[in-house]
């Protein structure tokens, strides 16, 4: 899917009439429903005629040229003139969505090289005069102070995309190449670009900049210029979404090194079901969806992961979706090499009907109502609901269901749900439930512990204390000593808490501000992912929160540790959920999350998120209850569990 595509000679000819960009913008309303941004079709107006310029004298429409004359003699037709420029030439598509994918590419251009080889060239066209580097360790630039990929890399990204992801590279038939083009840079300014730190990135993918014209295109030249660019154009443009044999190699190598992602008992059993109403559907070809239920640490992600694999082995086309940033960031990080094959929900608002064989929903209590933003322009609002779209996006759904995880207002993930929407679209469902628990030491009576506390189930817990180390601080100090402990120990631990603190953007300089306050003990949230900035999976926020050393001395809020664990968590309950009368109660004035606060189910919203927070640790949890009358229940019920005498069910 692009805005244009076409020969180049018909590009040329748009571009420098000035209709391109009248055309791109009725292809993008007709495609989204609105108009593109001004700044958008400034830019196609510019950047588009500044390449048209350069190439309509050039060898590479000399070709299609050339044969239009032989072609324009009194016994040729109008089918061989068609034909004969159309196989001659090189060709070009502007703003090509990549499948599955938000990104798009600002040119391809298509065509073969001297040995006939099928190529195309991914070219980032930039309007940039200048831009600086932060000090000499910095790999991205910054363009009126705003951090960008440098250009060579980001074309260099589209190209790597393609060769592993897209059919029509990942088969052989077209080969990847790509450059970058700063039209309006001149050579001083080109130096930051041209440090010696890039000195690699630019050997594979080159730059050029203003006065550097004839050296673009002879590079263009030797890679698409031999002509046949609409037979190539067509087999990108009738291509679709599938890994490469190197992706899953990848994942399956990460699956193979690290037991975490190795199946067992239940797992098994659930996934071996899987896999075969998969098969049945693809027998039949029919749709189908697949439920799959189970609370916190019973191997939902497990599951996923290990389906994701195995389908791809098989020959099918597969992704892996979650409702959570946070969450697939790290995912992406983990499966270095594989990394796109982790999405995010909104990324499927709308992916072609059947476009997969199998999409993996995990997090599924994380669907939205809607995949519409708070930015979306009114004409470009669906009507449809994201679990709508998530189900017609493959042939195959299976969503990963918690139904006590949702944490927003507009998140709709329920088994009631899931029910509805199938019955409306017509297709089969299918349901399976995991009780077994592989976290928290595969203790389920503390699972059973924190269901009941939180008033989820009406059955009483049996003891705990000998498989799990659960227990209360009396001060943020409590906290501190579990980190060194866990350190000591060689564990991975992490402190979390209720959103009941501002969560502020870093100070100038970078220093996170101490946000989190318990009297005279202070800690920053985690860091903020910040628009104005670019990261990768490994240095994201949240990875370095979630997978790195630097997170231990910050404390993440529900929406960065959900769908984690560590060995030892220390959790900061707010004063956002009380006990009062009998019964939990939410308080909004101490809250600061402003969606949750303004939600009349604000009780139900805020009970899920402290039971995701109490389920993160795999071996041991400490508690610091900020409310004297809350704290004191926790503890008389605990004390209870000790002694074994239960008293009546709690209210929720």
Not at 55 to 84: K, M, Y
Not at 438 to 458: A, I, Q, T
Request: glycine share 8%; with cysteine; charged share 25%.
């Amino acid at each position: 899917m692009d805005l244009w595509h076409g020969p180049l000679p018909r590009f040329v000819e748009l571009a420098r009439s000035g209709r391109i960009a009248t055309d791109m913008v009725a292809a993008f309303y007709a495609r989204h429903g609105a108009p593109p941004s001004v700044p958008e079709i400034r830019s196609w107006e510019q950047s588009l005629t500044a390449l048209a310029d350069i190439v309509r004298d050039s060898r590479l429409t000399q070709s299609a040229l050339a044969i239009r004359s032989t072609a324009n003699e009194p016994d040729a037709s109008a089918g061989q003139h068609a034909a004969a420029e159309s196989s001659a030439g090189v060709s070009l598509s502007a703003e090509y969505h990549m499948p599955l994918d938000g990104r798009r590419i600002d040119v391809l251009l298509f065509g073969t090289d001297n040995a006939r080889h099928n190529r195309a060239v991914a070219l980032e066209l930039k309007q940039w005069s200048a831009c600086e580097r932060e000090d000499e360790h910095s790999l991205n630039v910054l363009v009126e102070r705003r951090e960008h990929v440098h250009p060579s890399q980001q074309a260099s990204d589209y190209a790597a995309w393609l060769a592993d992801y897209h059919s029509a590279f990942v088969d052989g038939d077209v080969h990847a190449d790509s450059a970058a083009w700063c039209h309006n840079m001149t050579g001083v300014a080109a130096a930051t670009l041209r440090a010696p730190v890039f000195g690699t990135l630019l050997a594979r993918s080159p730059l050029f900049i203003k006065s550097e014209e004839e050296q673009l295109v002879d590079y263009l030249a030797q890679k698409v210029g031999a002509g046949g660019g609409m037979e190539v154009l067509d087999r990108v443009t009738g291509g679709h979404f599938r890994p490469s044999v190197q992706v899953i190699e990848c994942l399956e190598a990460v699956i193979r090194a690290k037991q975490e992602w190795h199946l067992l008992d239940e797992q098994r059993l659930a996934y071996n079901a899987i896999i075969a109403g998969i098969r049945r559907a693809q027998a039949s070809r029919a749709r189908s969806v697949v439920l799959v239920r189970g609370g916190p640490g019973t191997g939902k992600t497990v599951i996923a992961v290990q389906l994701l694999a195995d389908a791809l082995r098989l020959g099918l086309t597969a992704a892996h979706t979650t409702g959570g940033k946070a969450f697939t960031t790290v995912l992406r990080s983990k499966f270095r090499g594989a990394d796109d094959l982790f999405r995010w929900n909104m990324n499927f608002a709308g992916a072609p009907t059947g476009g997969l064989d199998l999409l993996l929903v995990d997090e599924a209590h994380r669907v939205r109502t809607t995949s519409n933003m708070r930015y979306t322009p009114k004409a470009r609002r669906s009507t449809r609901t994201q679990f709508e779209e998530l189900i017609d996006a493959a042939k195959v759904a299976v969503f990963f269901l918690d139904e006590n995880q949702f944490v927003r207002p507009d998140e709709i993930g329920t088994t009631r749900e899931i029910e509805a929407t199938t019955r409306k679209l017509g297709v089969p469902l299918k349901s399976f439930d995991l009780a077994l628990q592989f976290r928290c030491s595969g203790c389920k009576p503390y699972v059973d512990f924190v269901d009941w506390l939180l008033g989820f189930s009406d059955l009483p817990p049996r003891s705990f204390e000998r498989d799990y180390a659960f227990n209360l601080a009396h001060s943020p100090q409590g906290l501190d000593e579990l980190l060194e402990t866990a350190r000591e120990r060689g564990e991975r631990a992490r402190l979390v808490a209720g959103f009941c603190w501002k969560w502020s953007d870093p100070a100038e300089g970078g220093a996170l501000v101490q946000d989190v306050q318990v009297g005279s003990w202070t800690r920053p949230w985690n860091e903020k992912a910040l628009d104005r900035k670019t990261y990768r999976p490994g240095n994201h926020p949240y990875t370095l929160w979630a997978e790195t050393d630097a997170g231990v001395g910050q404390v993440g809020c529900i929406y960065s540790a959900q769908g984690f664990e560590f060995d030892q968590v220390g959790v900061v309950w707010g004063r956002d959920l009380v006990w009062r009368s009998g019964r939990w109660a939410a308080n909004k004035a101490e809250s600061h999350d402003k969606a949750v606060r303004g939600s009349e189910n604000m009780e139900r919203l805020v009970r899920n998120a402290y039971r995701v927070l109490l389920t993160r640790g795999t071996k041991g949890t400490r508690l610091l209850c900020l409310d004297d009358e809350t704290r004191e229940h926790v503890k008389g019920l605990l004390e209870q569990v000790r002694r074994g005498r239960l008293q009546a069910p709690l209210s929720s």
